[in-house]
């Protein structure tokens, strides 16, 4: 069991697939302040604790920025916690932050680092952040060294799915062995946005395959979230992320959310059934009570037309049988 706590929305990048901008802006028209006090992100941690958590993932915004970066994770360790900190890693290729991580126990914290191309200007234009790509790829060599678990995290777009497959190739190459390959979630996207980044799943098929048979050979662990199992060839099925939220909710690990500011925690596993969309033909597909569809603006944008419901029993007593 994990809580997710969201400690501010400050980010020294600018992505153009970041779901949390609209409400960054919101928040920054309104003067409201983007970042929670380190007394306040202390007491979610200590809640998370009390309530028998084992885990608490560190994410923004940015949580490297915080000069009370390195106090969170020690804290989260010493009441027994395991921390994931997700992170663009920028911060985290300098020697001043590496120096204070070292004293931490490494079993206790991994690092999930969002690396979105091999290529660094295919990767700057993402996060609309010069020299981005040189550092995020110094703080996973350096971590590395430290002995710090890493996992990679790639959010699919117009600009990069492309190069999915030479990306993930790059990250084995960095030592990074599990990676998660996200469908951008692009709720509240203005229509030019949503033009720029989202491609429909359509046209990623044939590089999602080509990248997921070459990881597969290279042993990597890859997971694709919000990539509906009918835009992918059966083959790559394993790789459907679905499966382990399912596994999620029948044995009741729930993850929730602490958002800055809120007192309340948000039940992810309720919270994105309710963000995504299924169509009708989905009754019709044997793996319905798996697949959790597609996010609801994809279907706003580009309606249900792509999807086809799977019926074929053999293709999946064959994927079930080697789950
Ligand atoms: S349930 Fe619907 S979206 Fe999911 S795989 Fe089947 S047809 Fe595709």
């Given at each position: 069991m994990h809580t997710d706590i969201k400690v501010g929305l400050s980010c020294n990048n600018a992505c153009i697939h970041c779901i949390m901008a609209p409400v960054q802006e919101m928040m920054l028209a309104e003067g409201c302040n983007l970042d929670e006090s380190l007394d306040a992100v202390k007491g979610k941690i200590r809640?998370?604790?009390g309530n028998g958590y084992k885990q608490v993932v560190l994410t923004g915004g940015e949580v490297t920025l915080r000069d009370d970066f390195v106090d969170l994770v020690a804290y989260?360790?010493?009441l027994g916690l395991r921390v994931t900190v997700q992170t663009n890693g920028r911060r985290l290729s300098r020697q001043s932050v590496l120096d204070?991580?070292?004293?931490i126990e490494n079993t206790q914290v991994e690092f999930v680092i969002a690396y979105h191309s091999d290529n660094a200007v295919v990767h700057d234009r993402i996060t609309r952040r010069k020299g981005s790509h040189a550092q995020t790829m110094s703080a996973i060599k350096?971590?590395?060294?430290?002995?710090?678990?890493i996992s990679g995290k790639i959010v699919l777009s117009l600009a990069n799915?492309?190069?999915?497959?030479?990306?993930?190739v790059s990250l084995e190459e960095l030592g990074v062995h599990d990676v998660i390959v996200a469908f951008p979630h692009a709720e509240e996207f203005s229509p030019e946005r949503f033009a720029q980044v989202v491609p429909t799943y359509t046209m990623i098929s044939e590089s999602l395959h080509e990248a997921l048979q070459r990881a597969r050979s290279l042993k990597m662990q890859v997971l694709c979230e919000t990539i509906p199992f009918c835009s992918m060839r059966k083959?790559?099925?394993h790789a459907n992320l679905d499966i382990f939220h399912s596994l999620q909710?029948?044995?009741?690990?729930?993850?929730?959310?602490?958002?800055?500011?809120?007192?309340d925690l948000i039940d992810w596993n309720f919270m994105r059934g309710k963000i995504k969309s299924k169509g009708h033909q989905c009754t019709s597909c044997l793996l319905d009570r798996l697949c959790e569809g597609p996010w609801q603006e994809y279907i706003e944008h580009f309606?249900?037309?792509?999807?086809?419901?799977i019926e074929d029993t053999d293709s999946i007593e064959n994927f079930i049988m080697n789950l």
């Open positions: 809640v998370a604790a989260a360790v010493s204070r991580l070292k004293n350096l971590l590395k060294v430290l002995d710090f678990e799915y492309e190069r999915l497959e030479d990306t993930l083959e790559d099925w909710k029948v044995e009741r690990l729930k993850p929730v959310i602490a958002m800055p500011g809120r007192e309606g249900f037309a792509e999807f086809s419901p």
